[in-house]
């Protein structure tokens, strides 16, 4: 079996796909590439935009080795690429490998009763119909090796290169958007009744139904689309890279290799699979879905342990990006009448705020959205930014490797008044304070400058105390009592002279 309509070697193959992927990263590439090869149009994977590059490429390569092209296949695909890379040494050193291999292979012979010749269908129940078809047009002696959950393997002797077209015409007659698909394997095709697979944030799924024949690579679309895009593909809109371990009996972990059958791997009925992240490729991709996870487990286990923080909602259960929760701690709403001094915040003991993800987390850190009405400096309350939090040194002096556990703590203590800011960083304590109260309300560095000078005021100290706030002295590091000595009268005394 020569290497154009047969298999490559699992590392031939990985070299080649990966100078695929780095050669040829756009739908223009690619299709330019197939079309000076004269790959046929119908018979060429279907470009999806969502799909990892070096998926697409995969696909190609595989169906090169089942025969697409009728002359040449993987070797007239190198062709055709140096021919616009003659300098590339990866595809010199796979044409040359190559060329050896089908020498030794041509002395050595193989054993075609060793193998299952198989032509499968996928996405139709159509079985007696599709037996039919191949029984007419491949082999009159085809043998069914499966049919069931819109999956169908017939065995035949070999697979004429001037039917393929024709099965396939035929086939989508019979059932429009059915899939053909054509291997050579070493044991006996048969369905899983089903695999468990773990995702890349811990969440199990069960696939039923699996052909023993499927490619690791091939379940990691399917687990993927479990997830929504915005955690499953990276910026390029292409699906995050993933490999995939076997743990057998003893519960020991295993890579597999992408291409390479579940069968010949070693993977049986029931087998348990675990999806993680590719160490050599989508670094920044994968930091973000380590981040979520991440999040998503600190914020529901510091909502099981704290009663005054209850978790709403998420919008995903996976991967969430945005968090409902409630606050049960007391607080302020604005004042009915803002313009009377002293102002008379309303006493509140519920909250609701939004924490979300942004898309450039964890590189830069979580958004909040204060939902309920608020009174607070470090809130906002005008009508174009009306919930936005300041969130201070959690912004300024944020990593990713920050605990969420922090941000449910700090938002906490800014709903009471312990965590919240309102002297300039040029205080000084000679300012008196109608002249501060003032700077505090000109200076417009606070998102609710008028909650900052209520604050600030003896009747905003004495009312965030009731609720067990903290005052706004603790927060600059000074106690009242040393602060008392602004206000004591020191009079100078005229020493006596000694008579």
């Not at 990691?220 to 371990?245: F, I, K, M, S, T």
């Not at 519960?251 to 050599?280: F, K, W």
């Not at 009448?337 to 450039?360: F, G, N």
Request: hydrophobic share 40%.
């Amino acid at each position: 079996m020569s290497y154009e309509a047969g298999k490559l070697p699992p590392e031939i193959k990985r070299v080649l796909v990966d100078t695929l992927a780095e050669l040829y990263r756009t739908q223009n590439q690619a299709e330019e590439l197939l079309e000076d090869m004269d790959f046929p149009p119908q018979t060429r994977p279907r470009w999806d935009a969502a799909q990892d590059i070096v998926a697409y490429w995969r696909q190609v390569v595989r169906a090169l080795e089942l025969g697409a092209v009728q002359r040449g296949g993987v070797r007239q695909l190198l062709d055709t690429m140096l021919r616009r890379w003659p300098g590339n040494q990866e595809l010199h050193k796979i044409r040359d490998f190559l060329g050896e291999e089908r020498q030794q292979q041509g002395a050595a012979g193989g054993n075609a009763d060793t193998l299952y010749r198989t032509v499968e269908f996928v996405g139709s129940e159509e079985f007696p119909e599709l037996l039919r078809l191949v029984r007419e047009l491949v082999d009159a002696d085809a043998v069914q090796l499966y049919a069931g959950h819109r999956q169908a393997a017939y065995r035949v002797a070999e697979m004429p290169p001037d039917r393929v077209e024709e099965v396939r015409e035929r086939a989508a007659r019979i059932a429009p958007g059915v899939e053909v698909l054509y291997g050579e394997y070493d044991f006996r095709p048969t369905l899983y009744t089903r695999l468990e697979v773990m995702g890349p944030d811990g969440q199990q799924f069960e696939i039923p139904y699996v052909p023993n024949t499927t490619l690791p690579s091939e379940l990691v679309p399917a687990v993927w689309a479990q997830y929504r895009p915005e955690v499953a593909q990276d910026a390029n809109g292409h699906l995050l890279r993933a490999v995939v371990d076997y743990r057998d009996e003893s519960g020991e972990a295993r890579r597999l290799d992408p291409e390479q059958p579940l069968y010949n791997q070693g993977v049986r009925d029931g087998g348990q699979l675990q999806m993680s992240a590719e160490s050599t490729a989508g670094v920044d991709s994968w930091l973000r879905l380590e981040a979520l996870t991440r999040a998503r487990d600190d914020i529901v286990d510091f909502a099981e342990e704290h009663e005054e923080f209850t978790l709403v909602a998420m919008d995903d259960d996976r991967l969430p990006l945005e968090f409902t929760a409630q606050l049960h701690v007391p607080g302020f709403a604005p004042p009915e009448d803002m313009e009377s001094w002293p102002l008379d915040p309303r006493r509140i003991d519920q909250h609701e705020l939004v924490i979300w993800m942004p898309s450039e987390f964890p590189i830069q850190a979580p958004r909040v959205l204060w939902r309920s009405d608020v009174f607070h400096p470090n809130i906002a309350r005008d009508e174009d930014r009306k919930g936005a939090v300041c969130l201070g040194p959690l912004m300024t002096d944020y990593t990713p490797d920050l605990s969420l556990y922090a941000l449910c703590q700090m938002l906490i203590d800014m709903a009471r008044y312990r965590n919240y800011e309102i002297l300039p960083h040029d205080y000084k304590m000679a300012m008196d304070f109608d002249s501060l109260v003032q700077d505090i309300i000109e200076r417009g560095g606070y998102l609710d400058a008028s909650a900052a000078a209520w604050a600030f005021s003896f009747e905003g100290q004495e009312r965030i105390k009731e609720i067990g706030g903290t005052t706004w002295l603790a927060r600059a590091g000074l106690t009242e009592r040393a602060d008392r000595s602004r206000f004591l009268s020191v009079e100078r005394v005229e020493a006596t002279p000694d008579e």
